[in-house]
Each structure stands twice: as structure tokens, then as C-alpha cells.
């Protein structure tokens, strides 16, 4: 699932890039004012694009590359239904570092404390493998 992710935030990547493209060449042929409300919005609009680009590129080379970071211990595990406005997530907390599943492979898993392992990317921390061993500790 995160392949297919980062795969679609290329396209729309390399899409904007297009569009901007055609939209800078058309407003350089028209020879108009460069300080109206449409080159401020493009430039607002490409630098969000460059910094989430930059942000999910680097968690993308990670993954591409098999560097991810690794926690362990004891974890609570709890699923969030988006109810239709957002995305089903499982949340994984380990002492005081949340950590996301972005699909439903663990949605069917019931909420509790359990002793895990797990690989996430260094960014967004979104988990890419997790090992459930045990039941953990109740107390607390």
C-alpha cells in the first residue's frame, strides 16, 4: 500500500510540475504585471508542493532503500475509524511516540497492550512492518 502511495504523489507531482510549467510559459508570453494574485498563488501552491514532496521523497527513498528506524516495547494499540471524513488509521504508541498503520491489515486486531516490534519511516512515522508477540503487561 505504500508503493501504490508514494507512487500516486509522484504523478501528482510530476503533474503540477506540468501545469506550472504551461502556466508560467503562457504568463511570460502575455508580459503582464509578475505581482497580481495568480503568480502569488502558484508560488504559494509550489512551495507546499516542494515541501511535502520533500518530506514524503525522503520517507520514499527509505522505504526504496530498506532504511527504516526500529522501536520496541510495550505498545498500545488502538484503531481510529475515520467515520468517511478520513482514513482508517491503526495507531501503535510506544512510551510517548505514536506511530500509524495507514491500511486495514491490523484493523482486526483488538485494541489493547501488547509487546511489539516495529519498522517505520523516519518522517512521517508511518509503519511499514509490525510483529505482535505477546500479550503485554495490564497495568499501568
Known sequence: MLIGFY?????????????AFFFIR???NKK???YNMNTFMLGV????????TGIYGYD???LQAGNQKFAEGICEINFVNGHGRSIDTTEVKIEDNLYNIKSGTYKDLPDGRYNCELSYLPISKIVTQIDIQSK?????
Do not use: D, K, R
Request: aromatic share 18%; glycine share 6%.
Open 32 to 34: 503582464s504585471s509578475p
Open 136 to 140: 503485554g503487561e495490564e497495568g499501568n
Open 60 to 62: 520514499f527513498y527509505h
Open 7 to 19: 507512487s500516486a504523489l509522484i504523478i501528482f507531482t510530476l503533474l503540477f510540475i506540468i501545469a
Open 45 to 52: 501552491l509550489t512551495l507546499f508542493m516542494l515541501i511535502v
Open 26 to 28: 503562457q504568463f511570460v
